[in-house]
């Protein structure tokens, strides 16, 4: 079945960076588009960044935009998510997402704490 595990998330203080990466497993990786989405506490889960499945069109959230970078190895099965000029509103539990037939998964999600 389906497998996505994240990781990469921490705490860091505001300006800085991190690197989120999700491995995946159980599908073709190579045929389907992935997103990063994020979660706050007491608000809904924000898509973040798409990537298509050769990784050259890419898209992402107003929030983020010229700050993070969605990118993909479909060599490694593995996606990524660079982000920079991190600030305290980015401060969430990060997960990456896959839809097959018309059915949304998420793995475990790792948490990013943006704090000086």
């Known amino acids: 079945q389906v497998q996505l595990v994240e990781s990469g998330g921490g705490l860091v203080q505001p300006g800085g960076s991190l690197t989120l990466s999700c491995a995946a497993s159980?599908?073709?990786?190579?045929?389907?588009?992935m997103s990063w989405y994020r979660q706050s506490p007491g608000k809904g889960r924000e898509l973040v960044a798409q990537?298509?499945?050769?990784?050259?069109?890419?898209s992402y959230a107003d929030s983020v935009k010229g700050r993070f970078t969605i990118s993909r190895d479909n060599a490694k099965n593995t996606v990524y998510l660079q982000m920079n000029t991190l600030k305290t509103e980015d401060t969430a539990v990060y997960y990456c997402?896959?839809?097959?037939?018309?059915?949304?998964?998420w793995g475990q999600g790792t948490q990013v704490t943006v704090s000086s």
């Open positions: 990537i298509s499945s050769t990784g050259g069109v890419t």
């Open positions: 159980g599908f073709t990786f190579y045929t389907y588009s």
């Open positions: 997402g896959m839809t097959q037939l018309g059915v949304p998964t």
